[in-house]
């Protein structure tokens, strides 16, 4: 019972620590699935085995799985830069954002290459 406080308290401490490092959202992905992987894993481990070498193993095996779901799963953003634009016949459609990333927005999605008149105003 003794041994399973302990490392029950070391993977709290350690899992504590390494959040405080985590910048992108898959880092927090993967480190939040380790952590809900190797608690699942603890208890898994626990009722089957009924001894701290089963609960340690299963710790640390649902940590690694739930680690690799957490940064699998992570939504890919490919359109993170692009801005919203709409032409002259009323279509909208997405482009990469000109200037200082307002682009279209501060205009109300307005296009400067459709609305541009021949001497350069608006």
Same mark, same amino acid.
């Given at each position: 019972m003794n041994?399973?406080? *302990? *490392?029950?308290?070391?993977?709290?401490?350690?899992?504590?620590?390494?959040?405080?490092?985590?910048?992108?959202?898959?880092?927090?992905? *993967?480190?939040?699935?380790?952590?809900?992987?190797?608690?699942?894993?603890?208890?898994?481990?626990?009722?089957?085995?009924?001894?701290?070498?089963?609960?340690?193993?299963?710790?640390a095996a649902g940590g690694i799985l739930g680690a690799a779901v957490g940064t699998a799963t992570t939504p890919r953003r490919g359109n993170e830069n692009l801005c919203r634009y709409q032409r002259r016949d009323g279509s909208i459609y997405n482009a990469p954002c000109e200037g200082n990333g307002g682009g279209a927005y501060d205009r109300g999605y307005r296009d400067d290459r459709y609305y541009r008149d021949s001497d350069g105003g608006y």
């Amino acid at each position: 019972m003794n041994m399973r406080i *302990a *490392a029950i308290a070391a993977t709290a401490l350690l899992a504590i620590s390494v959040a405080g490092c985590e910048t992108t959202e898959q880092n927090q992905r *993967a480190g939040t699935g380790a952590l809900i992987g190797a608690g699942a894993g603890a208890l898994a481990g626990q009722a089957l085995g009924r001894d701290t070498k089963s609960t340690v193993v299963g710790a640390a095996a649902g940590g690694i799985l739930g680690a690799a779901v957490g940064t699998a799963t992570t939504p890919r953003r490919g359109n993170e830069n692009l801005c919203r634009y709409q032409r002259r016949d009323g279509s909208i459609y997405n482009a990469p954002c000109e200037g200082n990333g307002g682009g279209a927005y501060d205009r109300g999605y307005r296009d400067d290459r459709y609305y541009r008149d021949s001497d350069g105003g608006y």
